[in-house]
């Protein structure tokens, strides 16, 4: 990759179906989520950012740096975006969330290969589009500020404002299957 990448990894979620825990922490095949998730990750990105918003020292045992939101009271994803992309020194940011434990281990460079010109490319598993799972520019800080002082807090309505790419990931479907619930936790270990 031409230029340097920043994985942010959003961990600041209520986890209400998970019985409100820390979803980062809840357990998958032996390991913590977020260990899943940053193992999958360590090759395909240059730095790493947690965006937690508890279990703070726990996260920053992981050796990455840890931020929280920088405006309190759980408002959404697209707060820990707008937090990540203040705080990372690279020129792209791979936002992912912490509870996708399969990511794809070509995930970068496949999002990089089509972002081109575009100001975010998003990754879609053939079904939906996963708005969680994208690369951006970092200079999209500014406008998301913006847009969350309007009151925005839809990830892909602030997303559609911008030149966007959707990234064809229907080869690797399962690479997406996100865990929200001790169900899910059930279910994806036995497939
Ligand atoms: N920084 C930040 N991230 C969030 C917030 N809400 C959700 N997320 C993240 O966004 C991703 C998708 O979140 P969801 O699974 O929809 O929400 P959740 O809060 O984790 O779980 P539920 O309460 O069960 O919906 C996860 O990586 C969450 O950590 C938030 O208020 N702040």
């Known amino acids: 990759m031409d230029e340097a990448?920043?994985?942010l990894v959003l961990a600041g979620g209520r986890g209400r179906r998970m019985g409100g825990i820390d979803k980062g922490w809840a357990s998958y095949r032996q390991r913590s989520l977020i260990e899943w998730v940053l193992s999958r990750l360590a090759r395909q990105v240059d730095h790493?950012?947690?965006n937690a918003n508890r279990s703070r020292t726990?996260?920053?045992a992981l050796g990455w740096p840890v931020i929280g939101d920088r405006s309190g009271g759980y408002q959404g994803p697209l707060m820990g975006i707008w937090s990540g992309l203040c705080a990372a020194e690279t020129p792209l940011v791979l936002v992912v969330p912490c509870d996708t434990p399969c990511l794809p281990l070509d995930l970068v460079e496949r999002l990089y290969a089509s972002l081109g010109a575009h100001d975010i490319a998003v990754a879609h598993?053939?079904?939906r589009s996963q708005p969680v799972v994208a690369l951006l520019r970092r200079g999209l800080a500014a406008d998301l500020?913006?847009?969350l002082a309007a009151g925005e807090r839809k990830v892909e309505r602030w997303y559609a404002r911008h030149a966007w790419?959707?990234?064809?990931?229907s080869d690797c479907p399962e690479a997406f299957a996100n865990i929200?619930?001790?169900?899910?936790v059930v279910s994806l270990t036995a497939s």
């Open 125 to 127: 598993d053939g079904e």
């Open 5 to 7: 990448i920043t994985a």
């Open 180 to 184: 929200n619930s001790p169900h899910d």
């Open 165 to 169: 790419v959707s990234v064809d990931f």
């Open 48 to 50: 790493v950012l947690i």
């Open 58 to 60: 726990a996260y920053e």
């Open 145 to 147: 500020e913006r847009a």
